[in-house]
């Protein structure tokens, strides 16, 4: 747990899975990403699933929502889903807190990995809303994309996942930047994918900025470093400068959402201008 301003922030892990390191790392080649990442023998890599649990006052606020348990062996295989060490559940858990603590969960984007956790299959095989007191968190523009996705990322939509909350009444769709509450900003990024949303948290004592997919690891504070799974990489390089500079000059916590070995670092400008990894930071 990690106190900043009058927030308490949690790292909650949902396990871990694997994806091809090719696509992770896109045009770099794998001599130069493996040495940070071996893959397996099917070329992939294991990343993690880590949500941010924010507490502010009576509002329990989740960042993501994890891959979830609707999963059959096959897809387990395929993904190299791992819930054996840790699962959204058990960390809640730890924290004293069940689904039904939870206030509001704002979903960065709708793929599978990180919105997987939105809904829980029932033993008569329905599907149901798995935080049934929150309000959900969205940006329009990702939730129409995520019902009309292309031939290229349709796979990373899957409807089981965001269905219920069209008609649940818990869905609130934003319209570009925005505050959730006094500190808890929602800011677009495009790059990865049409209307994702990073979660700035701003207080006099620093900021932390919840990456997504936007900065997935510490491998990629490299702005070149761009995923395969990135629908505009031009976007992407342009937004990932911003940040990162802004990170660099500012001080700002970086919150990564899927690298295995830490969960945020600050940066810092290196010889050439370039942003480098600095001080590792506690969550």
């Known amino acids: ?30 001599p130069l990403w493996e040495k940070q990442f ?35 062996p096959k897809e387990i295989d395929r993904y190299g889903i791992d819930q054996s060490q840790s699962s959204l559940d058990r960390g809640l858990a730890s924290l004293g ?25 029932r033993p008569d095989g329905t599907v149901a809303l798995a935080f049934p007191q929150a309000t959900y968190h969205l940006q329009r523009r990702n939730w129409d994309w995520a019902r009309a996705p292309t031939e290229r990322d349709a796979g990373s939509y899957l ?13 609130r769709l934003w319209e570009g930047e925005g505050e959730l509450s006094p500190g808890i900003r929602l800011v677009p990024s495009d790059g990865h994918t049409i209307g994702l949303q990073l979660v700035r948290i701003e207080t006099e004592e620093g900021t932390l900025v919840y ?42 916590i970086l919150f990564f959402e899927h690298d295995p070995r830490f969960a945020a670092c600050r940066v810092a400008p290196g010889e050439r201008g370039e942003v480098v990894q600095g001080e590792l930071v506690e969550v």
């Open 38 to 72: 071996p893959a397996d023998e099917r070329n992939r890599i294991r990343l993690a699933l880590r949500c941010l649990l924010i507490e502010d006052g009576e509002r329990r606020i989740l960042v993501d929502d994890g891959i979830g348990s609707k999963w059959s």
């Open 211 to 252: 990456c997504a997919d936007l900065v997935p690891t510490a491998a990629h504070l490299k702005a070149s470093w761009i995923m395969g799974y990135d629908l505009q990489p031009l976007v992407c390089l342009e937004e990932k400068r911003a940040l990162l500079g802004r990170a660099a000059a500012e001080g700002l």
């Open 159 to 171: 409807r089981e996942n965001f269905e219920a909350l069209e008609r649940s009444g818990r869905l």
């Open 97 to 121: 807190l069940s689904r039904e603590s939870i206030t509001d969960v704002i979903l960065t984007h709708l793929h599978f990995d990180h919105a997987g956790g939105t809904t829980v299959r």
């Open 1 to 30: 747990m990690r106190r900043l301003g009058r927030f308490r922030l949690h790292s909650v892990s949902d396990g871990t899975f694997a994806l091809d390191g090719g696509a992770m790392f896109g045009i770099v080649p794998k």
